[in-house]
């Protein structure tokens, strides 16, 4: 029997997390038992805090004192200072720990909540001597050389750590045949979940699909090195009628770009046409939006795309490797206005090498597109981070970074992988300017009149599937 965890973040839509219900789907196919827990909070993000952290693993000093009490057979978290949003999380997977069956035990790893997995993976150490417990998820598949995964597999944390699709890892796992580190593939027989009725009931009337992984652009600040790689569409189509069949009113598609090609997203759209969901979302680049694909897209009920567009200044643009042209998004926007899909773009403030000319003009055009369509246009902006794997990461000259690394003297044992882990970052703006800019950003981006179709988002919840 297989235990999946995951702690989701749930500030946004409140629907059922993907990739693990992908996973146990792959695995019951092949015969293993496997519940999935799916913990629903709105957690803390920790940028918000300082916003030079580097978040891969912001929680070294708690979890060196986590380490300390695990090793004296202590209470994990005796002496370590909780907000109540932890106590919250951390008293639900606890209760639910004693009655997961079976001693594997699979996290769902993001970069939010990796210190809430390692607080459970010690107590899972601590309740089930001989369990085998894994992190995969996108946080351990960052980067080629992962020193999170490191020091948690040499501290004896975890027993494996896992790249990119966990599926066949997780079956080898099962079979007792397994290395620390593994790396899964993605392929095109992606194992849709068979959601029954009780999950429409006990989740959002909406559902999480994937189409394809991976996506073939390389943005300098994200870490998705995954291959590209496009699902079989039938069993796609197949999937979403089985589950409108189930009382599913719609569909948010998780492929990291819908439109890599435009043939591949009208083959979507007339799926969606036949499908015929009162709603559905996805993820678009901003290049291959045209006017007969939103055509398409509006006539099968497309109401939200979500577009990474960063920054309007075309020089941080080019630098990012986006090509950026102004006219080329305010044509976008109007295409998108026009067939009454909602553009939610992202926009990241405090990118290396940016001036604050070139902050100002994206600040400037974010309140003239917001003043000329008001809110059926809205904004989503965020913060510079830096992420292992990305090509700031591993280039951080090459773009004016300098990184400030932990210090080994604070667990001698581990000392040598802990001073490989960068602390602090700078791109050479200061944390109290960065935090306004993002404030005055936020404040022009969207208006809290706007309210998410059939959202559903509560401050805690969970679900066993
Ligand atoms: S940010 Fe989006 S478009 Fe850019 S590389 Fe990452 S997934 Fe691709």
Redesign the pocket.
């Known amino acids: 029997m297989i235990n999946l965890i995951s702690i989701c973040n749930n500030s946004f839509t409140g629907t059922v997390s993907s990739s693990i219900n992908y996973l146990k789907q792959f695995l019951e196919d092949r015969g293993h038992e496997t519940t999935c827990y799916d913990y629903f909070y709105t957690l803390p993000n920790p940028v918000f805090i300082r916003p030079d952290h580097v978040m891969e693993m912001n929680i070294i000093p708690e979890f060196v004192k986590m380490y300390k009490n695990w090793k004296k057979n202590l209470p994990i978290i005796h002496n370590i200072e909780l907000s109540q949003i932890d106590q919250i999380v951390l008293k639900d997977l606890f209760s639910d720990l004693k009655y997961m069956k079976g001693n594997i035990f699979g996290f769902q790893v993001s970069t939010v909540n990796l210190g809430y997995s390692i607080i459970a993976a010690m107590k899972i150490r601590q309740m089930y001597k001989d369990s085998i417990i894994v992190f995969g998820g996108y946080h351990m598949s960052l980067g080629l050389e992962n020193k999170v995964a490191k020091l948690l597999l040499k501290s004896g944390v975890i027993d494996c750590a896992v790249r990119d699709d966990g599926s066949e890892p997780m079956l080898k796992i099962a079979n007792n045949d397994y290395e620390e580190i593994m790396s899964g593939k993605f392929s095109v027989d992606i194992p849709h979940p068979k959601y029954t009725k009780n999950d429409v009931i006990e989740t959002n009337p909406v559902f999480p699909s994937v189409s394809s992984y991976g996506?073939p652009?390389?943005?300098f600040?994200?870490a998705?090195k995954r291959d590209n790689v496009f699902g079989d569409l039938g069993s796609f189509r197949d999937h979403l009628l089985h589950c409108k069949d189930l009382g599913f009113k719609g569909t948010e598609i998780n492929d990291?770009?819908l439109n890599i090609t435009l043939s591949r997203a009208m083959e979507i759209a007339d799926i969606m046409c036949d499908v015929n969901f009162d709603y559905w979302t996805g993820?678009a680049?901003q290049k291959n939006i045209n006017n007969e694909l939103m055509e398409k897209f509006h006539l099968s009920n497309c109401k939200v795309l979500m577009i990474?567009i960063e920054c309007f200044s075309a020089s941080v643009a080019e630098n990012m490797?986006?090509e950026r042209i102004i006219k080329d998004v305010m044509n976008t926007i109007d295409i998108m206005v026009k067939h009454e899909i909602l553009p939610c773009m992202t926009l990241i403030t405090s990118m290396p090498g940016e001036t604050e000319e070139e902050y100002e003009f994206t600040l400037k055009t974010t309140i003239e597109i917001r003043k000329k369509y008001g809110d059926k246009v809205i904004f989503v902006p965020s913060i510079f981070q830096m992420y292992p794997g990305s090509d700031t990461y591993n280039n951080p000259e090459k773009f004016g970074i300098s990184f400030e690394y932990w210090d080994g003297n604070i667990l001698p044992e581990f000392g040598e992988i802990i001073e490989t882990i960068p602390k602090t970052f700078s791109v050479g703006i200061s944390n109290e300017k960065i935090m306004e800019r993002w404030k005055q950003l936020n404040a022009e981006s969207y208006s809290k009149r706007i309210i998410i179709p059939y959202s559903k988002s509560k401050q805690k919840r969970k679900l066993i599937r």
């Open positions: 996506c652009f390389k943005c600040f994200c998705s990291d770009n993820w680049n990474g490797g986006k």
